[in-house]
Protein backbone atom coordinates (compact mmCIF):
# COMPACT_ATOMS: atom_id res chain seq x y z
CA UNK A 1 0.00 0.00 0.00
CA UNK A 2 1.22 3.52 -0.95
CA UNK A 3 0.68 6.24 1.50
CA UNK A 4 0.24 9.80 0.55
CA UNK A 5 3.25 12.58 2.33
CA UNK A 6 1.73 13.56 5.56
CA UNK A 7 0.75 16.93 6.24
CA UNK A 8 3.86 17.63 8.56
CA UNK A 9 6.01 17.27 5.77
CA UNK A 10 6.20 19.93 3.06
CA UNK A 11 6.50 19.04 -1.16
CA UNK A 12 9.94 19.29 -2.04
CA UNK A 13 11.22 20.89 -5.13
CA UNK A 14 11.90 19.00 -8.61
CA UNK A 15 14.43 16.63 -9.17
CA UNK A 16 15.91 16.89 -5.02
CA UNK A 17 19.02 14.32 -3.42
CA UNK A 18 17.72 12.55 -1.14
CA UNK A 19 19.36 10.45 1.42
CA UNK A 20 18.30 7.66 3.57
CA UNK A 21 20.08 6.08 6.00
CA UNK A 22 19.99 2.51 7.73
CA UNK A 23 17.41 1.38 5.08
CA UNK A 24 16.76 -1.95 6.54
CA UNK A 25 14.85 -4.57 4.02
CA UNK A 26 14.44 -1.05 1.84
CA UNK A 27 10.64 -0.96 2.02
CA UNK A 28 10.31 2.85 2.71
CA UNK A 29 13.20 3.57 -0.12
CA UNK A 30 10.91 1.98 -2.42
CA UNK A 31 7.63 3.53 -1.37
CA UNK A 32 9.04 6.72 -1.56
CA UNK A 33 10.98 6.15 -4.74
CA UNK A 34 8.03 5.08 -6.36
CA UNK A 35 5.83 7.93 -5.03
CA UNK A 36 8.73 10.28 -6.20
CA UNK A 37 9.86 8.62 -9.64
CA UNK A 38 11.94 12.48 -9.80
CA UNK A 39 14.00 12.19 -6.53
CA UNK A 40 17.46 11.10 -6.76
CA UNK A 41 17.51 8.43 -4.06
CA UNK A 42 20.81 7.35 -2.03
CA UNK A 43 20.15 4.44 0.53
CA UNK A 44 22.95 3.81 2.93
CA UNK A 45 23.39 0.94 4.86
CA UNK A 46 26.14 -1.02 7.11
CA UNK A 47 24.51 -4.70 7.06
CA UNK A 48 25.33 -6.33 3.66
CA UNK A 49 22.38 -8.91 4.53
CA UNK A 50 19.92 -5.79 4.52
CA UNK A 51 21.66 -4.03 1.18
CA UNK A 52 21.25 -7.82 -0.36
CA UNK A 53 17.57 -8.16 0.65
CA UNK A 54 16.86 -4.53 -0.28
CA UNK A 55 18.54 -4.82 -3.96
CA UNK A 56 16.39 -7.50 -4.60
CA UNK A 57 13.41 -5.56 -3.92
CA UNK A 58 14.54 -2.49 -5.99
CA UNK A 59 14.90 -4.65 -8.74
CA UNK A 60 11.98 -6.63 -8.51
CA UNK A 61 9.79 -3.66 -8.77
CA UNK A 62 11.69 -1.72 -11.23
CA UNK A 63 12.67 1.26 -9.36
CA UNK A 64 15.61 2.99 -10.94
CA UNK A 65 15.80 6.41 -9.20
CA UNK A 66 17.70 4.46 -6.40
CA UNK A 67 20.86 4.12 -5.54
CA UNK A 68 22.72 2.31 -2.70
CA UNK A 69 25.92 2.27 -0.93
CA UNK A 70 27.05 -0.39 1.64
CA UNK A 71 28.82 1.31 4.23
CA UNK A 72 28.58 3.59 7.07
CA UNK A 73 26.36 7.05 6.66
CA UNK A 74 29.64 9.32 7.97
CA UNK A 75 31.73 7.85 5.00
CA UNK A 76 29.04 8.09 2.71
CA UNK A 77 28.16 11.98 3.56
CA UNK A 78 32.26 13.13 3.52
CA UNK A 79 33.19 10.70 0.41
CA UNK A 80 30.04 10.51 -2.00
CA UNK A 81 27.79 13.43 -1.13
CA UNK A 82 28.67 16.37 -2.90
CA UNK A 83 28.94 20.23 -0.62
CA UNK A 84 25.16 21.76 -0.26
CA UNK A 85 23.75 19.20 -2.23
CA UNK A 86 21.07 16.93 0.25
CA UNK A 87 17.41 18.25 0.17
CA UNK A 88 16.49 15.85 2.73
CA UNK A 89 17.79 12.62 4.88
CA UNK A 90 15.71 10.08 6.28
CA UNK A 91 16.67 8.49 9.65
CA UNK A 92 14.00 5.83 10.49
CA UNK A 93 14.29 3.92 13.61
CA UNK A 94 18.45 4.14 13.95
CA UNK A 95 19.32 1.81 16.40
CA UNK A 96 19.12 3.63 19.98
CA UNK A 97 22.44 2.20 21.61
CA UNK A 98 20.45 2.50 24.86
CA UNK A 99 23.28 1.90 27.43
CA UNK A 100 25.54 4.49 28.35
CA UNK A 101 28.55 3.19 27.40
CA UNK A 102 27.25 2.28 23.56
CA UNK A 103 26.36 5.96 23.38
CA UNK A 104 29.37 7.18 21.66
CA UNK A 105 27.63 4.54 18.94
CA UNK A 106 24.55 6.65 18.07
CA UNK A 107 24.41 8.29 14.70
CA UNK A 108 22.86 11.63 15.50
CA UNK A 109 25.70 13.01 17.47
CA UNK A 110 27.28 16.60 17.29
CA UNK A 111 29.97 15.38 14.59
CA UNK A 112 27.62 14.06 12.63
CA UNK A 113 25.09 16.73 12.62
CA UNK A 114 28.64 19.20 11.64
CA UNK A 115 29.37 17.01 8.64
CA UNK A 116 25.66 16.74 7.55
CA UNK A 117 25.16 20.93 7.47
CA UNK A 118 27.71 20.78 4.86
CA UNK A 119 25.98 18.53 2.74
CA UNK A 120 22.60 19.87 3.36
CA UNK A 121 21.47 21.94 0.60
CA UNK A 122 19.78 25.60 2.13
CA UNK A 123 17.12 24.84 4.22
CA UNK A 124 17.69 21.32 3.73
CA UNK A 125 16.29 19.07 6.37
CA UNK A 126 16.94 15.30 8.44
CA UNK A 127 13.80 13.66 9.46
CA UNK A 128 13.93 11.47 12.77
CA UNK A 129 11.92 8.89 13.43
CA UNK A 130 12.03 6.58 16.46
CA UNK A 131 10.56 4.43 19.10
CA UNK A 132 13.03 5.21 21.37
CA UNK A 133 12.76 8.68 23.66
CA UNK A 134 15.88 9.36 25.41
CA UNK A 135 17.05 8.63 21.67
CA UNK A 136 15.17 11.37 20.05
CA UNK A 137 15.44 13.71 22.69
CA UNK A 138 19.73 13.31 23.24
CA UNK A 139 19.07 13.69 19.27
CA UNK A 140 17.64 16.91 19.59
CA UNK A 141 20.16 17.93 22.13
CA UNK A 142 22.63 16.55 19.81
CA UNK A 143 21.43 18.70 16.83
CA UNK A 144 20.89 21.92 18.91
CA UNK A 145 23.99 22.23 21.00
CA UNK A 146 25.80 21.82 17.02
CA UNK A 147 23.97 25.42 16.65
CA UNK A 148 23.51 24.65 13.35
CA UNK A 149 20.14 23.44 12.73
CA UNK A 150 16.51 24.35 13.89
CA UNK A 151 15.14 21.48 15.66
CA UNK A 152 10.94 20.76 15.33
CA UNK A 153 9.04 17.86 17.05
CA UNK A 154 6.06 17.21 15.03
CA UNK A 155 4.23 14.32 14.99
CA UNK A 156 5.74 11.48 12.63
CA UNK A 157 4.01 11.09 9.22
CA UNK A 158 1.86 8.37 8.74
CA UNK A 159 4.09 6.87 6.20
CA UNK A 160 7.16 6.57 8.35
CA UNK A 161 5.36 4.16 10.40
CA UNK A 162 5.29 1.41 7.59
CA UNK A 163 8.81 0.17 7.91
CA UNK A 164 10.02 -3.12 8.99
CA UNK A 165 10.77 -2.20 12.46
CA UNK A 166 7.82 0.56 12.80
CA UNK A 167 5.56 -2.41 12.42
CA UNK A 168 7.21 -4.25 14.50
CA UNK A 169 7.04 -1.58 17.45
CA UNK A 170 3.46 -0.64 16.42
CA UNK A 171 2.68 -4.49 17.44
CA UNK A 172 4.14 -4.12 21.00
CA UNK A 173 1.51 -0.80 21.04
CA UNK A 174 4.81 1.41 21.42
CA UNK A 175 5.08 5.37 21.01
CA UNK A 176 6.37 6.89 18.12
CA UNK A 177 8.49 10.24 17.89
CA UNK A 178 9.38 12.53 15.21
CA UNK A 179 11.69 15.57 14.77
CA UNK A 180 12.88 17.74 11.71
CA UNK A 181 16.30 18.77 11.93
CA UNK A 182 16.45 21.92 9.47
CA UNK A 183 19.43 23.31 8.57
CA UNK A 184 20.02 27.07 9.70
CA UNK A 185 24.20 27.30 9.66
CA UNK A 186 26.87 25.26 7.83
CA UNK A 187 29.91 24.00 9.76
CA UNK A 188 32.82 25.84 9.06
CA UNK A 189 35.19 22.58 8.35
CA UNK A 190 34.83 21.70 4.60
CA UNK A 191 34.74 17.70 5.41
CA UNK A 192 36.67 16.71 2.30
CA UNK A 193 36.81 13.50 1.02
CA UNK A 194 39.42 11.58 2.10
CA UNK A 195 42.71 11.43 0.42
CA UNK A 196 42.63 8.43 -2.05
CA UNK A 197 46.07 7.00 -3.06
CA UNK A 198 47.28 4.99 -6.53
CA UNK A 199 47.45 1.29 -4.91
CA UNK A 200 50.98 1.73 -3.20
CA UNK A 201 53.50 -1.17 -3.90
CA UNK A 202 57.02 -1.75 -4.24
CA UNK A 203 59.52 -4.44 -6.29
CA UNK A 204 61.83 -6.53 -4.14
CA UNK A 205 64.98 -8.14 -5.46
CA UNK A 206 65.91 -11.66 -3.91
CA UNK A 207 64.43 -14.67 -2.46
CA UNK A 208 61.36 -14.83 -0.78
CA UNK A 209 61.89 -16.74 2.65
CA UNK A 210 59.62 -19.17 3.76
CA UNK A 211 57.56 -17.67 6.25
CA UNK A 212 57.35 -20.06 9.37
CA UNK A 213 55.75 -18.18 11.73
CA UNK A 214 54.34 -14.85 11.64
CA UNK A 215 53.44 -12.73 14.55
CA UNK A 216 50.33 -10.26 14.88
CA UNK A 217 51.78 -7.07 13.87
CA UNK A 218 49.98 -3.52 14.78
CA UNK A 219 51.18 -0.81 12.49
CA UNK A 220 50.34 2.83 13.58
CA UNK A 221 49.93 6.04 11.47
CA UNK A 222 48.23 9.43 12.19
CA UNK A 223 44.42 8.86 12.13
CA UNK A 224 44.13 4.65 12.47
CA UNK A 225 45.57 1.64 12.78
CA UNK A 226 46.79 -1.70 10.63
CA UNK A 227 46.47 -4.97 11.92
CA UNK A 228 48.37 -7.56 10.23
CA UNK A 229 46.90 -10.49 11.74
CA UNK A 230 48.39 -13.88 9.58
CA UNK A 231 50.45 -14.38 6.82
CA UNK A 232 48.88 -17.61 4.19
CA UNK A 233 51.17 -19.01 1.75
CA UNK A 234 49.14 -19.41 -1.87
CA UNK A 235 48.91 -23.05 -2.95
CA UNK A 236 51.18 -22.80 -5.68
CA UNK A 237 54.84 -23.20 -4.67
CA UNK A 238 56.01 -20.51 -6.89
CA UNK A 239 53.57 -18.26 -5.75
CA UNK A 240 53.79 -15.87 -2.38
CA UNK A 241 52.12 -14.90 0.36
CA UNK A 242 48.85 -13.05 1.09
CA UNK A 243 48.52 -11.30 4.80
CA UNK A 244 45.12 -10.58 6.26
CA UNK A 245 45.12 -6.90 7.46
CA UNK A 246 42.66 -5.31 9.30
CA UNK A 247 42.13 -1.44 9.10
CA UNK A 248 40.34 1.16 11.14
CA UNK A 249 40.88 4.64 9.67
CA UNK A 250 38.85 7.69 9.89
CA UNK A 251 35.33 6.76 9.06
CA UNK A 252 36.48 3.44 7.08
CA UNK A 253 37.18 -0.13 8.03
CA UNK A 254 37.87 -2.46 6.22
CA UNK A 255 39.66 -5.81 5.20
CA UNK A 256 42.61 -6.04 2.84
CA UNK A 257 44.80 -8.87 1.80
CA UNK A 258 48.33 -7.61 0.64
CA UNK A 259 50.13 -9.89 -1.15
CA UNK A 260 54.04 -10.56 -1.70
CA UNK A 261 54.32 -12.69 -4.49
CA UNK A 262 56.56 -13.30 -7.90
CA UNK A 263 56.30 -11.31 -10.99
CA UNK A 264 58.37 -10.85 -14.15
CA UNK A 265 60.17 -7.61 -13.06
CA UNK A 266 60.77 -8.78 -9.11
CA UNK A 267 58.55 -9.34 -5.97
CA UNK A 268 55.52 -7.91 -6.25
CA UNK A 269 54.59 -6.40 -2.72
CA UNK A 270 51.63 -4.60 -2.45
CA UNK A 271 47.51 -5.09 -2.04
CA UNK A 272 45.79 -6.86 -3.72
CA UNK A 273 42.17 -6.46 -5.01
CA UNK A 274 40.52 -9.16 -3.61
CA UNK A 275 37.48 -7.06 -2.13
CA UNK A 276 37.72 -3.94 -4.13
CA UNK A 277 39.47 -2.18 -1.45
CA UNK A 278 39.84 1.20 -0.86
CA UNK A 279 43.34 2.21 -0.87
CA UNK A 280 43.60 4.68 1.68
CA UNK A 281 46.94 6.53 4.20
CA UNK A 282 46.46 2.92 6.09
CA UNK A 283 47.02 1.21 2.89
CA UNK A 284 50.00 3.22 2.18
CA UNK A 285 51.52 2.42 6.11
CA UNK A 286 50.81 -0.74 5.97
CA UNK A 287 51.99 -1.84 2.40
CA UNK A 288 55.61 0.66 4.23
CA UNK A 289 55.79 -1.83 6.79
CA UNK A 290 55.71 -4.92 5.11
CA UNK A 291 58.08 -3.95 2.78
CA UNK A 292 60.74 -3.16 5.89
CA UNK A 293 59.92 -6.56 7.03
CA UNK A 294 60.84 -8.38 4.14
CA UNK A 295 63.67 -5.76 3.98
CA UNK A 296 65.06 -7.25 7.40
CA UNK A 297 64.40 -10.59 5.61
CA UNK A 298 67.20 -9.75 3.26
CA UNK A 299 65.34 -9.07 0.24
CA UNK A 300 66.18 -5.07 -1.35
CA UNK A 301 64.06 -2.40 -2.38
CA UNK A 302 64.82 -2.07 -6.63
CA UNK A 303 61.19 0.40 -6.98
CA UNK A 304 58.71 2.00 -4.47
CA UNK A 305 55.10 3.43 -5.36
CA UNK A 306 54.29 4.84 -2.42
C1 LIG B 1 16.76 -0.66 13.66
S1 LIG B 1 17.22 -0.81 12.01
C2 LIG B 1 15.97 0.11 11.14
C3 LIG B 1 15.83 -0.28 9.69
C4 LIG B 1 14.77 0.46 8.89
N1 LIG B 1 15.06 1.88 8.80
C5 LIG B 1 13.41 0.24 9.47
O1 LIG B 1 12.85 1.21 10.02
O2 LIG B 1 12.90 -0.88 9.36
C6 LIG B 1 18.64 0.27 11.89
C7 LIG B 1 19.40 0.08 10.60
O3 LIG B 1 20.44 1.04 10.51
C8 LIG B 1 21.61 0.42 9.99
N2 LIG B 1 22.73 1.26 10.44
C9 LIG B 1 23.22 1.39 11.70
N3 LIG B 1 24.23 2.28 11.73
C10 LIG B 1 24.40 2.73 10.45
C11 LIG B 1 25.30 3.66 9.84
N4 LIG B 1 26.23 4.31 10.55
N5 LIG B 1 25.20 3.89 8.51
C12 LIG B 1 24.26 3.23 7.78
N6 LIG B 1 23.39 2.33 8.31
C13 LIG B 1 23.45 2.09 9.62
C14 LIG B 1 21.56 -0.97 10.57
O4 LIG B 1 22.33 -1.90 9.84
C15 LIG B 1 20.08 -1.28 10.50
O5 LIG B 1 19.71 -1.87 9.27
Redesign the pocket.
Known sequence: MLIRLGETELPLPEAPQIL??????G??TAQIAQLYPEWKILG????AG?VARALKRFRREGLTNIRVYH??????LRNLVAPRSLRRV???????WPKSKHQE?R?LQQHFFRRLSTRLAEGGELLL?TDHEEYWRFAQAEGRASGLFDVQTPPPPAHHLT??????WKEQGRQFYHAVFRKIAEDSTPWLPLPRYPMPHALLSGTLPEIKSFEKTVVRFEGGTAVLLEATRTLDPQGGYYFHTHLEEEDLIQDVLLEARPSAHGLYVGIGRFGAPLSTVGVKAAVEWLVGWLEGQGLQVMQRSY
Open positions: EVGFGDRFVEVSSGTAGFAYVNFPDPNLTTKYALK
